[in-house]
C-alpha cells in the first residue's frame, strides 16, 4: 500500500511550509512556503549560519542608517533562503510582505517589487516567486496590482468566504486559507472539541472556497495551509494545493490508510456556492459578519509583526556587533 503522502501527491501538489533545507529536500514537494516565524526559526540554525552572515554583510554595504540597514538584511534574507530553497524545489517559493504593511498597498506594491527585483539579480525568473500578503482589502489592491505586472502573489490569512471571493475577482494567483487556525477559533468558542475529517469547520471553509472557484471558473489556486492534523490534510485531497509542516508530512509518509478523493472540478461544478460580486462594501460588510475571520485575521497579522520584530531585533544586534 502507498503511503498517505504518496497517494496526495497523486491528486494534490503538495508545499513545504518550512524555511529547512535538510526537510524540504527529504520529502521532495513541488514548492515551499516561508514566512518570518519560519525564516526567524531557521536563522537560528547552525547549519544556516553563513547565509546570515552573508546578509549582515550585504546590509553593511549598502550603508544607510542602522534601520534602512535592518531593512535591507531583513529582505536580503528572505531572498537567500528562497533561492537556496529554490535549488531544492521544482516549482516556486512564497516569499512574505512585512505584516506591518497590511493596511498600505502601496508599501507592499514596493515591497514586492523590490523583493522581486532581488531575486531577479540572483537570475531567478519571477514566475517561480510567489509575494505573499495578508488578505486584508489593501492587501488584494496592492495583489491586483503586482499581478498585472506579471508578479505572482500568494494572498494567505484568509478566513472568510468573503476574502476568497475577492481574491479571485482581482485575479490573484493563489490563496491560503488557514485550516487549523478556523479550527481552533471554533474549539475555544464552541461546545464541539472534536471533529470528524468532514465536519472540520477549516477543511469545510477550503472545500466551500474551492467548490466555487471551480464552478465559477476562477484560476486562482487554492492552497489549504496551517494543518492541526493529518485528517485536515486527507479530508483537503483533491485541493490545488496543500502546503504542510515537515511533522505531518512525516506522519503521512509513515502513514499507509487508504485515502479517499474529497474534491474534483466535475463535483465542484454542482456543489460550488451561486456567483456573488464582491465590491469593497459588500467585502467589508461580509468579512465583519464572520466574527472568527474578523479576529483570526487581526491575530495573524499581530502575530506574523511580533515575529517580524524579533527577527529584526536579531540582526540589529548582529549588524551593531
Request: one cysteine or more; charged letters at 25%; a neutral charge.
Amino acid at each position: 500500500m502507498a503511503s498517505c503522502l504518496e497517494q496526495l501527491k497523486k491528486h494534490t501538489t503538495v508545499v513545504a511550509d518550512t524555511g529547512d533545507f535538510d526537510a524540504i529536500g527529504q520529502y521532495k514537494p513541488q514548492d515551499a512556503t516561508t514566512n518570518p516565524s519560519l525564516i526567524l526559526a531557521a536563522m537560528q540554525m547552525p547549519q544556516y549560519a553563513d547565509i546570515v552572515q552573508q546578509c549582515v554583510a550585504y546590509g553593511k554595504s549598502l550603508g544607510g542608517s542602522i534601520d534602512e540597514q535592518i531593512v535591507n538584511v531583513t529582505d536580503k534574507l528572505f531572498v537567500e533562503f528562497g533561492s537556496k530553497i529554490l535549488k531544492i524545489v521544482p516549482g516556486r517559493v512564497s516569499t512574505e510582505v512585512d505584516a506591518r504593511l497590511s493596511f498600505d498597498v502601496e508599501g507592499m506594491v514596493a515591497k514586492g517589487r523590490k523583493l522581486i527585483g532581488l531575486y531577479e539579480k540572483q537570475s531567478i525568473s519571477r514566475d517561480r516567486v510567489l509575494i505573499k500578503l495578508s488578505t486584508t482589502w489593501e492587501g488584494v489592491q496592492a495583489a491586483k496590482v503586482l499581478e498585472a505586472e506579471g508578479i505572482h502573489c500568494n494572498m494567505t490569512l484568509l478566513f472568510s468566504f468573503a476574502q476568497a471571493v475577492a481574491c479571485a475577482e482581482a485575479g490573484v494567483t493563489l490563496i491560503s486559507p488557514f485550516v487549523g487556525r478556523i479550527f481552533d477559533w471554533h474549539v475555544a468558542h464552541g461546545d464541539q472539541k472534536t471533529f470528524t475529517e468532514d465536519d472540520d469547520p477549516g477543511v469545510k471553509s477550503v472545500r466551500r472556497i474551492y467548490n466555487y472557484y471551480k464552478r465559477h471558473g476562477y484560476k486562482t489556486i487554492v492552497m489549504g495551509a496551517s494543518f492541526r492534523n493529518t485528517s485536515q490534510i486527507s479530508g483537503l485531497l483533491g485541493c490545488d494545493f496543500l502546503t504542510i509542516s515537515p511533522k505531518l508530512l512525516e506522519q503521512l509518509q509513515n502513514d499507509n490508510r487508504q485515502l479517499e478523493v474529497k474534491l474534483n472540478p466535475d463535483s465542484a461544478k454542482t456543489a460550488g456556492d451561486e456567483f456573488v460580486s464582491m465590491p469593497e462594501k459588500d467585502y467589508r460588510y461580509a468579512h465583519n459578519e464572520d466574527p472568527m475571520a474578523v479576529e483570526k485575521l487581526a491575530e495573524g497579522i499581530r502575530k506574523f509583526a511580533v515575529d517580524q520584530v524579533k527577527l529584526e531585533t536579531k540582526i540589529k544586534t548582529m549588524l551593531q556587533a
